[in-house]
């Protein structure tokens, strides 16, 4: 049994597989360069920073989230000392 051309047609596979996917993300990543490109030349320009200067005054759900999660993380801190306390 001769061997050699099995191994020989099997690496000869392996290369042409592993071509065809070097090739298939190279036009991937050449795509999405052309998609980023075009992108960012072809957005809407961003609003300055000054314009926005007004910070509300009020109180935002967002500033109770932050509490609330404060107390939690300060109440299982005090549980976590008690346990490796005792």
Same mark, same amino acid.
């Given at each position: 049994?001769?061997?050699?051309?099995?191994?020989?047609?099997?690496?000869?596979?392996? /290369?042409?597989?592993?071509?065809?996917?070097?090739? /298939?993300?190279?036009?991937?990543?050449?795509?999405?360069?052309?998609?980023?490109?075009?992108?960012?030349?072809?957005?809407?320009?961003?609003?300055?920073?000054? &314009?926005?200067?007004?910070?509300?005054?009020?109180? =935002?759900?967002?500033?109770?989230?932050? &509490?609330?999660?404060?107390?939690?993380?300060?109440?299982?801190?005090?549980? =976590?000392?008690?346990?490796?306390?005792?």
């Amino acid at each position: 049994m001769n061997e050699g051309p099995i191994i020989l047609e099997g690496v000869n596979l392996m /290369f042409l597989g592993m071509g065809f996917v070097f090739c /298939f993300l190279a036009l991937l990543v050449a795509a999405t360069r052309l998609l980023s490109t075009l992108s960012i030349k072809f957005s809407p320009p961003e609003k300055s920073a000054n &314009a926005s200067k007004h910070v509300p005054a009020v109180v =935002t759900q967002d500033d109770h989230l932050i &509490a609330a999660i404060s107390a939690v993380l300060h109440h299982h801190n005090q549980k =976590t000392n008690k346990q490796v306390q005792a």
